[in-house]
C-alpha cells in the first residue's frame, strides 16, 4: 500500500534543477498530491502550454507563485505591478491555479507604512481582475527580515488585518512557518485566520541552526527547529483541509540528485503527517 | 565650538579592532560623552584593572554588554548560566556600568515557549544580585532572525510583558532599532515601555539591503533603511534623555582604518542629531 501524500504539495521552486515536465512527471511517479507552479517553471512554454502540459498529469494545481511587489516609490512602478499582478491571475487561470500567492514587497528608500498602504492599493486594484478570473488572491506574510525589500507584511496579525479589511471571497492568506514560527500571538492569528474564513495556504519547510544564507539556506522538515507538527495542529484545528506544501529554497539541496531530494522530502512528511 | 556629542555612546565591539585604551582613548578626544563596554574588551586586564582605566577617561560608561543566554535544554547548563550571569554583573560594578544587557538567549532544541519560562526563571535567580550590585538588567527583544539560538524574545511587546511581570527597579529593557524597526506595533510600545519606566537604553544603527551576513553586516545609521529619526522621536517622546548607543557589527566596517570609522559615526550622528 502507497503511503497517503494525497495532501502532500511541492513547489516548482524546490526542485528548481527539473523543468516543469520532469517535476510533473517525478511528483505524480511518487503519489504526490499537489504542486504549487513557480512563474519560472512557466515562462519556456507559455502558461496556456504550461496547462495543457499540467492537465495530462494527475496532480492538482494548488497555486501559482508569486505575485505581489506593489509598492514603489515610483508611481509609474506602482501601474506596472498591478499590470505584472493581472497578467498573472491570467496566467494562474491558464494553469488553472486556484491561487496567485502575494508576496506583497517593499521599498527601503520610503517608510513601512507607506509600502503597507501601497500594497493595499495594489490588492484592491487587482481583486476585480481576480474575481473575473476565478483566482484568489493570498498574502502572505514574509518573515522581517524581509521587511526591507521583500514584504511590508511581516506578521499573520497584519495580514488577517488586511484581508478582513477586503472581506472579499477573493482575497485570502499562505500560511507559511518559515516566516511565522517564532510569532508569540501564531496560535492565536491562525486561530482567527480560520476563523474568518482567510486561511488558504500552508507551507512547510524547516529553519536551519546556523543559517548560512538569508534567502536559500532553508531546511527539510524535521532538519530545523520549527514546531512543525504544533504548527500544523493549530492550522488543522480551524477546519484546514488543504495541502501542505513544499516550499523549499536550498543552495544546498538544489546540488544533490533531485530524486534522492524528493525522497528525503517525502520521508521528512510522512514522519510528521 | 565642538558639536554636542554628549548623548553618543559608542559600544567597544563597534570598533572591536581597538583595544579598551585605545577605544577610551579615541573616543574622549572625539567628545564621545559615553562607552557601553563589552566583556571581551574587559577579559585581558580583568574587570577591576578595565574600572580603573575607565575612570581615568572623561567618559560615562552607559552599559556593560552581554549577559543573558539563559535557555537551556540540560538543567546544568541553566544553572551555569545563572552564575555567569552574577559573574558579570559584579563585573559591571566593578567597571561602573548602571546596566547589564540582557541577550536572554534561545535553544532551538526545545519548544519557544520553554526558552521563554527559562528566561523568565533566570532573570528572576539574578535579580537580587543585580539589586546588590546597584546594577539594571536590560532585556534587550532580538530580531526574530536570532529566535533559534540567542533570543526567544523577539518584540517589544514581550520584552514590555516580561519587565512589567518583575515590576522592579532592577529590570529595564534596551530598544534596539536594528530588532524592532520593522514592528507594526513599536510606536505604541516603545510609550508603553517609557510610560512604565522600562525604557533604560537605546541602541542605534542601521539595516543595510542587501545584508550579506546575518550577523556581523549592520550598517552605520543613514546608510540603510531603518527610519531613524521616527524611532527616536517616539522613545525621546517617552521623556527618554539617555545615551544613542552605537552599536555596529560589520565585518566590512572593522576591515577599514578605525579612527576613519570613528569619524565616519559621528558624521552620521550628526546629521540626525
Avoid at 511587489?69 to 493581472?86: E, G, H, S, T
Avoid at 524547516?206 to 544564507?213: A, G, I, L
Avoid at 501542505?244 to 529554497?249: D, K, L, Q
Amino acid at each position: 500500500m502507497h503511503p497517503d501524500l494525497s495532501r502532500l504539495c511541492i513547489h516548482t521552486i524546490t526542485t528548481k534543477p527539473w523543468d516543469l515536465e520532469e517535476a510533473l512527471d517525478r511528483y505524480s511517479r511518487a503519489g504526490v498530491g499537489g504542486i504549487s507552479v513557480w512563474q519560472d517553471a512557466v515562462a519556456a512554454l507559455g502558461s496556456r502550454k504550461a496547462g495543457d502540459l499540467i492537465r495530462q498529469y494527475p496532480v492538482d494545481v494548488v497555486s501559482y507563485v508569486r505575485g505581489g511587489f506593489f509598492p514603489a516609490a515610483d508611481p509609474q512602478a506602482r501601474l506596472n505591478a498591478i499590470d505584472r499582478n493581472k497578467k498573472m491571475l491570467d496566467e494562474a487561470a491558464d494553469i488553472g491555479a486556484p491561487i496567485l500567492v502575494l508576496v506583497c514587497g517593499a521599498d527601503p528608500g520610503q517608510p513601512l507604512e507607506l509600502s503597507r498602504a501601497q500594497i493595499r492599493d495594489g490588492i484592491e486594484a487587482v481583486i476585480p481582475h481576480a474575481a473575473a478570473n476565478g483566482v484568489q488572491l493570498a498574502i502572505e506574510p514574509l518573515h522581517p527580515m524581509y521587511a526591507d525589500t521583500r514584504s511590508a507584511v511581516n506578521t499573520l496579525e497584519q495580514a488577517n488585518d488586511m484581508a478582513e479589511y477586503f472581506n472579499s471571497e477573493w482575497v485570502g492568506i499562505a500560511v507559511d512557518v518559515y516566516h511565522l514560527w517564532w510569532d508569540p500571538h501564531l496560535e492565536d492569528q491562525i486561530a482567527r485566520c480560520g476563523r474568518n474564513g482567510n486561511l488558504s495556504a500552508f507551507h512547510i519547510c524547516d529553519w536551519n541552526t546556523p543559517t548560512s544564507d538569508m534567502l536559500n539556506d532553508r531546511g527539510l522538515m524535521g532538519e530545523g527547529c520549527i514546531p512543525l507538527h504544533q504548527i500544523s495542529t493549530w492550522v488543522e484545528r480551524t477546519g484546514f483541509s488543504g495541502y501542505r506544501e513544499v516550499e523549499i529554497f536550498s543552495n544546498r539541496l538544489w546540488q544533490i540528485p533531485q530524486q534522492e531530494f524528493l525522497d528525503k522530502i517525502i520521508s521528512a512528511y510522512l514522519k510528521i503527517w
